[in-house]
Nanobody, 121 residues
Framework: QVQLVESGGGLVQTGGSLRLSCAAS????????MGWFRQAPGKERQYVSA????????YYRDSVKGRFTISRDNAKNLVYLQMNNLKSEDTAVYYC??????WGSGQYDYWGPGTQVTVSS
């Protein structure tokens, strides 16, 4: 069982930055692919970014490439999403997720409660 808790969301102006953090409870955290998803009101959930168990590979959706950076610290059981040059369309609830086979299958088994990110113009 893995418990995930996101933090770092908030209100920021267009062009600003936020860093989201996700703290994981699992002692086997370093075995999991970690992902970030987001969902805006009335819209489908989007797959934003992911990082393999050892940080050796990353994924970004096209709309955040060059602006968002995912990273992880396996010693601290943390994964981060650094978000720069934020745009109004980045406004959403952001969720952290973990899956041991997610990099190949897209299957995430554990989810955090989410943190709100609001970008104002």
């Amino acid at each position: 069982q893995v418990q995930l808790v996101e933090s770092g969301g908030g209100l920021v102006q267009t062009g600003g930055s936020l860093r989201l953090s996700c703290a994981a409870s699992a002692r086997t955290f370093s075995s999991y692919t970690m992902g970030w998803f987001r969902q805006a009101p009335g819209k489908e959930r989007q797959y934003v970014s992911a990082i393999t168990y050892n940080g050796g590979a990353t994924y970004y959706r096209d709309s955040v490439k060059g602006r968002f950076t995912i990273s992880r610290d396996n010693a601290k059981n943390l994964v981060y999403l650094q978000m720069n040059n934020l745009k109004s369309e980045d406004t959403a609830v952001y969720y952290c997720a973990a899956g041991m086979t997610a990099w190949g299958s897209g299957q995430y088994d554990y989810w955090g409660p989410g943190t709100q990110v609001t970008v104002s113009s």
